[in-house]
């Protein structure tokens, strides 16, 4: 059976009592091994001000990766657009890694969160299961997040100003600019980056309407959140269906679905190396930053309230756990439900040796 393609998504976690530098280290020993079993995109997330995430510049971790690697596509999932972030400087990074690493750079781009909350997905729609069997929980609110004093914090420090330009605006600045360049004449302005290189490759990665409209409007392909905001994907990936225009980029729509797995040689295997992700999701959704991923005795060791449960419960029971079979049995379904045509896979565990064989064994699995 010919299945869609597979990528990597890189948070780039810190484990507990290991250094970010060990954290990086291991990123790049990731990617290596990601290429040799026959992934084809490697993207790095960004988040910013996380004790236990550290992929804050997507553009320098690419250009770490592109040394260490030779084929495997690189990229951002996503760079978020804020104020903060000037079209022209994305635009100026992402062409000089093409210039770089030609024909193997992707520019994803996504609306930052630190602009307000509201649900991920349909307003209090019902969890429901499609015929398929994928799970689509109820949304989740994003107030408690949003209202905590860290995050308010960290809106005031990264948003600066109200900024002039809406998203659209910005993400067709940034097509200028990969493209002929702005204005005419003497006051024409381009990236000067060498002629006949292929430049980045853009796609919009997101979980709402707004941003699935946006890429089909532009004739972009479009990458949809499951492993973070699972109920709003078969909402966005039909808006962006079905706002589809045909682009000089793209003819038809192309859609990636990202999921959050791991696997192990055994289901009980895998279950101790996910058991330290429902605290890692709930220091996020406090809003406190994301905490250095826990030892499974470290998880065992935490306390919990019924409202914590709550809080986590939409991410982990959408996250597929278990062996190399059983992980690629619950991708089919997602493929399946979302029709992708491919998907792109984060993992995170404790020790990155195991991230390493997880993503191994389910490349071994997938590919036959």
């Known amino acids: 059976m010919t299945r869609v393609p597979l990528g990597v998504l890189d948070l780039v976690p810190v484990p507990s009592r290991a250094t970010?530098?060990?954290?990086?280290?291991?990123?790049?020993?990731?990617?290596?091994?990601?290429?040799?079993?026959?992934?084809?995109?490697?993207?790095?997330?960004?988040?910013?001000?996380?004790?236990?995430?550290?992929?804050?510049?997507?553009?320098?971790?690419?250009?770490?990766?592109?040394?260490?690697?030779?084929?495997?596509?690189?990229?951002?999932?996503?760079?978020?657009?804020?104020?903060r972030h000037t079209e022209a400087v994305v635009?100026?990074?992402?062409?000089?890694?093409?210039?770089?690493?030609?024909?193997?750079?992707?520019?994803g781009i996504g609306r930052s969160a630190l602009g307000g909350g509201g649900p991920i997905g349909p307003a209090d729609a019902p969890e429901t299961v499609t015929p398929d069997g994928l799970l689509i929980p109820e949304p989740y609110h994003f107030e408690r997040t949003f209202d905590a004093p860290k995050f308010r914090t960290l809106a005031a420090l990264l948003v600066r100003g109200e900024g002039g330009s809406t998203f659209a605006d910005q993400v067709?600045?940034?097509?200028?600019?990969?493209?002929?360049?702005?204005?005419?004449?003497?006051?024409?302005?381009?990236?000067?980056t060498a002629p006949g290189v292929s430049g980045p490759e853009l796609r919009l990665f997101g979980?709402?309407?707004?941003?699935?409209?946006?890429?089909?409007?532009?004739?972009?392909?479009?990458?949809?959140?499951?492993?973070?905001?699972?109920?709003?994907?078969?909402?966005?990936?039909?808006?962006?269906?079905?706002?589809?225009?045909?682009?000089?980029?793209?003819?038809?729509?192309?859609?990636i679905v990202s999921a959050d797995v791991v696997a192990g040689p055994t289901g009980e295997r895998a279950r101790e190396l996910a058991s330290g992700y429902p605290a890692w999701v709930r220091s996020i959704r406090n809003g406190l930053g994301a905490i250095a991923y826990p030892t499974p005795d470290e998880a065992a060791a935490l306390t919990w309230t019924d409202a914590d449960r709550r809080l986590v419960d939409d991410r982990v029971r959408t996250r597929f756990v278990g062996t190399p079979a059983d992980v690629a049995a619950r991708l089919d379904t997602l493929q399946r439900a979302t029709g992708a045509d491919e998907l792109v896979?984060?993992?995170?565990?404790?020790?990155?040796?195991?991230?390493?064989?997880?993503?191994?064994?389910?490349?071994?699995?997938?590919?036959g």
Do not use: C, K, M
């Open 20 to 83: 970010p530098r060990e954290a990086l280290e291991a990123s790049l020993r990731i990617v290596r091994s990601a290429e040799a079993a026959g992934y084809a995109r490697y993207w790095f997330a960004e988040h910013h001000f996380n004790p236990g995430v550290i992929g804050s510049s997507p553009a320098v971790l690419i250009a770490l990766a592109g040394a260490a690697t030779t084929r495997i596509r690189l990229g951002s999932a996503a760079v978020q657009l804020s104020p």
């Open 91 to 107: 635009a100026e990074e992402f062409a000089l890694l093409a210039t770089a690493f030609p024909g193997r750079i992707d520019l």
């Open 172 to 192: 067709e600045t940034i097509l200028a600019l990969l493209g002929d360049g702005i204005g005419d004449g003497d006051g024409r302005v381009d990236l000067g």
């Open 207 to 255: 979980s709402g309407t707004v941003t699935a409209q946006l890429a089909g409007r532009l004739g972009l392909p479009f990458a949809a959140n499951y492993h973070s905001a699972p109920s709003g994907v078969l909402v966005s990936i039909d808006e962006y269906r079905a706002a589809f225009l045909p682009s000089e980029r793209l003819d038809r729509p192309h859609v």
């Open 345 to 367: 896979l984060t993992t995170i565990t404790h020790d990155p040796e195991d991230r390493i064989a997880s993503f191994e064994s389910i490349a071994r699995e997938w590919h």
